[in-house]
C-alpha cells in the first residue's frame, strides 16, 4: 500500500510541477520545501542526539513552545519540521538564534529528503503534534527512531474517511511507540482503528500549556485613561458571526441606559466591518461614527489606531462602541476586559477557543454551539469557568450579576507537560 501511496504521490506532484510552471506562487511554495539545503543545518552529522518535532501550521507551534522549551532545558537538540510559513516564521522569531534548534520546511513527505534527513542527523526520537498521517515520514521515523504522536485527535469527518481504509491507516499509526490523545472520545476513535488500548494514553491538551504574551500594567491603563471613564466596564466581543453582533448590540442598548459600559466588537473576519457598522446604525441611529481616535496604540506602538468608533452622544467624546478593524489585537483586548464573550457560539458556527480569556483570568460567555471546542468548555465547566447561555435575556441577566471571577487556576490545573515528557523517557 506504501507502495502504491508513492507512486500516486509522485504521479500528483508531477502534474503539480507542471502546473507551477505557470504559477509562480505554487513553484515558491515547492521549490522552497523540496530544495532546501538540509546539509546547512545546525549540529549536522553531530556525535550528540537530537528529537524531531513535526507540526503542520503555527497554530501546533504555539501549542508546542512550552515541551520545545521543556527538552531544551534538558539540553536536547531539537529540529523543528514545519509545513506552513507562518509556523515557520513564528519559529524562526522564536528559536531562530537558538544554538540548539533546527527549523526548516516539512518536505512533503518525499521519501529521499526525508531520508537524508534522517541519516544526516542522529534522531532518537520523532514527535509528531496532533495526527497529521504521512506514511514517509511514519516509516523511516519508526525505523531510525522512536516516533510518537502528541496531542492526537481525530475528528468525525477524518474518521469516516479513514474507516475506509482502515488497514493502511492502522498499519502507519501502529509504527508510534506511544499516541497521547487529547480525549476519551479520541482514545475510542483510535482503539476503533484497531490499534492496542496499552498504546493509547489521554492527556489533557497541549494547549493547555501555551503561554500567551501580557500587555503591562501601564499599557492597560493608558488606554483606560485615553479611551473610557474609570468606573466603566468594558465587554469585549471576539471573533464574532453574522447574527451575534445584533444580539450582543440589542443587549448593549438594554444594559447601558446611564452609560456605564463600554463594548468593543472584534469580527471574526474584517471584511464584515461595513455589515458590522450597519447593525451600530439601525440600533444606535443616533450615534456619532469617528474615525481614527481610539488608540491601539496605547497597547504598542507598532500597532495603528482602529479607525472606527461610536459615541452614543454627540457631545460625548468618549467611546461607548469601538469596532476593532485590525487583526493581531484580540488578546490585548481580552486582558482589559471585564466580561468576555467568545463569537461563533451563540450561532452555529461551533465556537472559537476560550483558551485566550482564561489565560487572562477571565470567564467566557459562550452560547450552546460549542461543538468544536467540548473539550476545553467540559473542563472549564468543571471548575465554573465558563457560562454558557442560550438568549439575550440570559446574557443581561449575568451581566447585571456583575460576576467577576479569576480563572487563572485552570491552566496550573489541566497543564500536564510533565507527564507528557515523562512518556517520551
Known amino acids: 500500500m506504501v507502495i502504491v501511496y508513492n507512486i500516486l504521490r509522485y504521479f500528483l506532484y508531477g502534474i503539480i510541477l507542471v502546473v507551477s510552471i505557470f504559477n509562480r506562487k505554487l513553484r515558491i ?37 512550552d515541551l520545545i522549551d521543556s527538552l531544551i532545558l534538558k539540553g536536547e537538540n531539537i529540529i523543528l519540521s514545519i509545513m506552513t510559513d507562518t509556523g515557520k516564521a ?5 528559536y531562530g538564534n537558538n544554538e540548539n534548534v533546527a527549523i526548516f520546511y516539512f518536505p512533503l513527505d518525499d521519501y529521499v529528503c526525508l531520508k537524508n534527513l534522517f541519516r544526516g542527523y542522529k534522531i532518537k526520537k520523532t514527535i509528531i503534534i496532533e495526527t497529521e498521517i504521512w506514511p514517509n515520514l511514519y516509516a523511516l521515523a519508526s525505523e531510525k527512531s522512536k516516533l510518537y504522536i502528541i496531542n492526537g485527535r481525530l475528528t468525525g469527518k477524518k474518521m469516516k474517511s479513514y474507516l475506509k481504509i482502515k488497514g493502511f491507516i492502522k498499519k502507519i499509526l501502529d509504527k508510534a511507540e ?8 479520541d482514545r475510542k476513535r483510535y482503539i476503533s482503528l484497531g490499534l492496542s488500548e496499552e498504546k493509547i494514553k489521554v492527556y489533557k491538551n497541549l494547549k493547555y500549556s501555551i503561554k ?10 493608558k488606554y ?37 459600559y463600554q463594548m468593543i466588537l472584534v469580527p471574526r473576519h474584517l471584511e464584515r466591518i461595513n455589515e458590522v457598522i450597519s447593525e451600530i446604525q439601525q440600533i444606535f441611529p443616533e450615534s456619532m461614527e469617528r474615525t481614527g481616535e481610539i488608540g491601539l496604540g496605547d497597547f504598542s506602538p507598532e500597532t495603528e489606531n482602529s479607525k472606527i468608533s461610536y ?22 483586548f481580552y486582558q482589559i476586559a471585564d466580561f468576555v464573550f467568545v463569537g461563533g457560539t451563540l450561532v452555529d458556527i461551533g465556537g472559537h477557543s476560550i483558551l485566550e480569556p482564561l489565560y487572562y483570568g477571565k470567564k ?15 473542563d472549564a465547566k468543571e471548575m465554573d469557568f465558563v457560562k454558557i ?37
Open 90 to 94: 513564528a519559529a524562526e522569531k522564536s
Open 178 to 185: 506511544k499516541i497521547m490523545v487529547q480525549s476519551d472520545e
Open 224 to 260: 483606560i485613561k485615553n479611551n473610557i471613564q474609570k468606573d466603566k466596564k468594558i465587554i469585549v466581543c471576539g471573533s464574532t458571526r453574522p447574527g451575534e453582533e445584533k444580539i450582543w448590540l440589542e443587549v448593549f442598548k438594554e444594559i447601558n441606559e446611564d452609560r456605564q
Open 29 to 65: 511554495f515547492f521549490s522552497k520545501r523540496l530544495k532546501q539545503n538540509l546539509n546547512s543545518r545546525k549540529f549536522l552529522n553531530s556525535q550528540n542526539e537530537t528529537i524531531l518535532i513535526h507540526m503542520s501550521s503555527v497554530g501546533e507551534f504555539n501549542l508546542s513552545k
Open 212 to 221: 500567551y504574551e501580557k500587555i503591562s500594567e501601564e499599557a492597560e491603563e
Open 311 to 332: 459615541s452614543l452622544l454627540s457631545e460625548d467624546r468618549r467611546t461607548d462602541i469601538l469596532v476593532v478593524d485590525k487583526m493581531g489585537v484580540l488578546r490585548d
Open 364 to 378: 467566557p460567555i459562550i452560547g450552546n454551539y460549542y461543538q468544536n471546542i467540548t473539550e476545553i468548555v467540559e
Open 389 to 425: 447561555v442560550e438568549n439575550k435575556n440570559e446574557i443581561i441577566e449575568y451581566l447585571r450579576k456583575s460576576e467577576i471571577v479569576d480563572t487563572s487556576e485552570f491552566f496550573r490545573k489541566n497543564n500536564e507537560i510533565d507527564k507528557i515528557l515523562e512518556e517520551l523517557k
